[in-house]
């Protein structure tokens, strides 16, 4: 079983900053791209931005410039660095990830979102 567990949201006034961590545990063999998405309140989850395992990275428009993703291989970890944050950022933000298992069967993991809210 593979899980993933987000960290770092919280409270922040407009302009400011956080850094969300995700970092993935269990019976792992290779993961392959991590993905931070997003849900606001009654609106459709969307992709905020995405990192393949050798570094490549895609954005979404509305977050090109403020924020930055990055892994740490070594430790199974996907971070999402976010700045000049905008009350519309406001939601859940989750990781996903398509793992390799020990198995060697391939399971498309969530981890269970943390809530990042930007108002003064």
């Known amino acids: 079983q593979v899980q993933l567990v987000e960290s770092g949201g919280g409270l922040v006034q407009p302009g400011g900053s956080l850094r969300l961590s995700c970092q993935a545990s269990g019976s792992i063999f290779e993961i392959y791209s991590m993905t931070w998405y997003r849900q606001a309140a009654a609106k459709q989850r969307e992709l905020v931005a995405s990192?393949?395992?050798?570094?490549?990275?895609i954005y979404a428009d509305s977050v090109k410039g403020r924020f930055t993703i990055s892994r740490d291989n070594a430790k199974n970890t996907v971070y999402l660095q976010m700045n000049s944050l905008k009350p519309e950022d406001t939601a859940v933000y989750f990781c996903?990830?398509?793992?390799?298992?020990?198995?060697?069967?391939?399971?498309?993991?969530w981890g269970q979102g943390t809530q990042v809210t930007v108002s003064s």
């Open positions: 990192i393949t395992s050798g570094g490549i990275t």
């Open positions: 996903q990830a398509p793992v390799k298992t020990i198995a060697r069967s391939i399971v498309n993991v």
